[in-house]
């Protein structure tokens, strides 16, 4: 069964930085691309950042320059460097594997893990 558990988030002031895990498991892992998402009150869930089996990475306008993903394979985990928060980078963050660069998750959903951007 696969399994995401997302985890580092929490209050921060704008401006303030956050670094978030994601353990994979039940999946080969290393064979897929992966994905943070993020969905805000009242909004869709939407693609963030997006990481390729061999590490190329792709960035929503919102978060290019800010954000940085990367992925450990040996330890199933993708991380995602959140720096120069705003509050309306305030959310539920979720990570799934995906094909490719196509924005559609491939499995389940985690339990997510919340940053609140917030002074």
């Known amino acids: 069964q696969v399994q995401f558990v997302e985890s580092g988030g929490g209050l921060v002031q704008p401006g303030g930085s956050l670094r978030l895990s994601c353990a994979a498991s039940?999946?080969?892992?290393?064979?897929?691309?992966a994905g943070w998402y993020r969905q805000a009150p009242g909004a869709s869930r939407e693609l963030v950042a997006g990481?390729?089996?061999?590490?190329?990475?792709n960035y929503a306008d919102s978060v290019k320059g800010r954000f940085t993903i990367s992925r450990d394979n040996a330890k199933n985990t993708v991380y995602l460097q959140m720096d120069s928060l705003k509050p309306e980078d305030t959310a539920v963050y979720y990570c799934?594997?995906?094909?490719?660069?196509?924005?559609?998750?491939?499995?389940?959903w985690g339990q997510g893990t919340q940053v609140t951007v917030s002074s």
């Open positions: 799934n594997v995906k094909s490719g660069d196509s924005p559609f998750a491939l499995s389940s």
């Open positions: 039940g999946i080969i892992f290393s064979i897929y691309a």
């Open positions: 990481i390729t089996r061999s590490g190329s990475t």
